[in-house]
């Protein structure tokens, strides 16, 4: 028989929709920015779910509804925003394994959850949608519109292919969501551990200390490339005119009027504007979920403990890899 | 800006740490930027070095445990470190200056309080060695432009300049390879293909190449 040529159709128009994968390393000295998942818990986590590779492709979805029909038979992953899924009519839990047949049609809702509700949904295909590698990763490079589909954000009538289809896997489980096994926020904002960059001592010392204490809204101007927030003007002691150098995702940059610009995924691998700090890498993926409109904090931390943070997720990933493998032995799967 | 006369580390988070070489901006400190570059990259905890503009990043394979010892590494490299000069090519870019392709001439015109035509000639008089690449695919940092025409970055970044632009920063210019945002006063444009991922590098020039700006046109 011959290997189905697709696996999903994207029926609806929804923008936004990409390709990823855990990004792109090695390219930054070609202006190459990394790319990849801005929850990349939630795709590592939804490709366990499958026995996939943690860094095997997904689609990230932050615009609903979102509705794509399976053209044959395949297990699928939905982590990240829990967002009222159903498969035709059936409603699917999030943070679960589930099985598609062909011709059933998924659509995935707006985000549930209240002031708690997430942003960005991750739907996984068996074996990882199955698009090129170029300079070594499946994300989508949407400034150099190549990766990905096509270099872009999915359309209507796009069809891809998931890797493995066809090999069994036990579906019909799931996990408790990361931002309940590892909550993190302040006076009920959600909250993001930050390390002072370069120029943290050249802000006067009443925008440093507003820069701890306020609630920072992540304005409407906020997207993969970088969340613009909104609050009280950081002003720096004297005005600075920076070399432009190397920032990596989290860096928080400060333009002259004062409004910080997080870097997201998409952003730049260099800049220039004065940096006050930088969201560590293990909470990236709590601001990848913060929806627009929505209040964040900005928490201190030292070296010793952003590892610490950053041991927790490995840790996490490690213990539920463990469960999967243990669950899928007890199935009789291998 | 304040020149440190020693070398300033700081972190990234815990991606990457940021080298910063000491002094005033120049390709003498920038070639040694590139030989500091070829020998990092080879340590076990560095996924890549990443040259800037007198300064070099350091990704992280994962974040070390230890971190005055990378450091103290790296200034020994830096102390170490001789210039490692690059034959490159030299390209010539055709630039209309102002019009609809340099909507902010008007803004480099009024910080600098020179003509349109002395900013034209000074920002076209020099042959820009490439300092690193970075941004975005392809793009270019240069060296070597004329202070009297420095501008500082836009109050807020703009969301989206075209591929081609001709911007300053800063004390720095450059040519953008795609459209996207920038923070950067755009005073004309150009056209080149600077990017190519199937190409081996990628990227159409390389630090060490040199750009010259041909005047082709000058728009009110």
């Not at chain 1, 792109?24 to 366990?48: F, I, P, T, Y």
């Not at chain 1, 101007?221 to 609050?231: I, M, N, P, T, V």
């Not at chain 2, 102390?79 to 090519?89: M, N, T, V």
């Amino acid at each position: 028989m011959k290997a189905p040529r697709s696996t999903i159709e994207v029926l609806s128009s929804a923008a936004l929709a990409t390709v990823q994968d855990l990004g792109r390393v090695g390219s930054l000295r070609w202006g190459v920015g990394s790319s990849g998942a801005m929850d990349q818990l939630a795709l590592a986590a939804g490709n366990l779910l499958l026995g996939n590779a943690p860094g095997a492709a997904a689609i990230e979805v932050p615009v609903f509804p979102f509705k794509v029909r399976f053209t044959q038979d395949c297990a699928f992953a939905l982590t990240g925003a829990a967002c009222a899924a159903r498969l035709d009519d059936q409603p699917l839990l999030p943070w679960w394994a589930h099985r598609a047949r062909a011709g059933q049609v998924l659509t995935l809702g707006l985000p549930q959850g209240g002031a708690q509700r997430g942003s960005r949904a991750v739907l996984c295909l068996a074996g990882g949608v199955d698009v090129p590698e170029v300079l070594g990763s499946r994300s989508t490079q949407l400034r150099g519109a190549f990766g990905g589909h096509e270099g872009r954000a999915l359309r209507k009538g796009d069809v891809l292919r998931a890797g493995d289809c066809g090999a069994p896997r036990p579906t019909g489980f799931g996990l408790v969501p990361p931002a309940i096994a590892m909550p993190l926020g302040v006076d009920g904002a959600a909250a993001v551990r930050v390390l002072p960059a370069a120029e943290y001592e050249a802000f006067e010392p009443s925008s440093r200390d507003e820069f701890w204490a306020g609630e920072w809204k992540i304005t409407s101007q906020s997207d993969r490339y970088g969340f613009r927030l909104a609050g009280e003007a950081l002003r720096p002691i004297a005005p600075m005119e920076m070399r432009s150098h190397g920032i990596v995702p989290g860096v928080i940059q400060v333009p002259h009027n004062g409004q910080p610009i997080v870097q997201m995924r998409d952003a730049q691998p260099s800049g220039g504007y004065p940096k006050i700090g930088t969201v560590i890498e293990a909470d990236l993926w709590r601001l990848g979920q913060a929806p627009i409109g929505s209040r964040i904090r900005f928490v201190e931390t030292t070296w010793d403990e952003a590892l610490a943070a950053r041991d927790e997720i490995a840790g996490w990933l490690a213990e539920l890899r463990r469960l999967l493998d243990l669950h899928r032995a007890r199935s009789g799967f291998q | 800006m304040t020149m440190s006369t020693q070398p300033v580390f700081s972190l990234l988070g815990t991606t990457a740490l940021l080298f910063e070489a000491p002094g005033a901006t120049a390709l003498q400190a920038q070639q040694r930027i590139w030989a500091l570059a070829h020998e990092a990259e080879a340590w076990p905890e560095v996924a890549e070095a990443v040259p800037g503009m007198n300064n070099l990043m350091l990704a992280f394979v994962r974040p070390p445990r230890d971190l005055a010892a990378l450091k103290a590494r790296l200034a020994a490299a830096w102390d170490a470190a001789k210039a490692l000069p690059r034959e490159g090519r030299v390209v010539e870019l055709p630039v209309v200056y102002g019009g609809a392709g340099g909507p902010h001439l008007a803004d480099v015109v009024a910080h600098t309080g020179l003509s349109v035509q002395a900013i034209v000639e000074l920002h076209s008089a020099p042959l820009y060695p490439v300092y690193a690449l970075g941004s975005h695919p392809g793009y270019c940092y240069l060296g070597g432009m004329d202070p009297r025409i420095a501008t500082p970055r836009r109050q807020t970044p703009v969301l989206s300049i075209p591929g081609g632009s001709v911007s300053i920063g800063g004390a720095q210019t450059g040519v953008s390879a795609s459209a996207g945002p920038s923070g950067w006063n755009t005073i004309g444009s150009t056209s080149m293909s600077f990017f190519d991922p199937t190409r081996q590098p990628p990227a159409a020039l390389q630090p060490g190449d040199l750009i010259r700006f041909r005047v082709e046109g000058v728009l009110g």
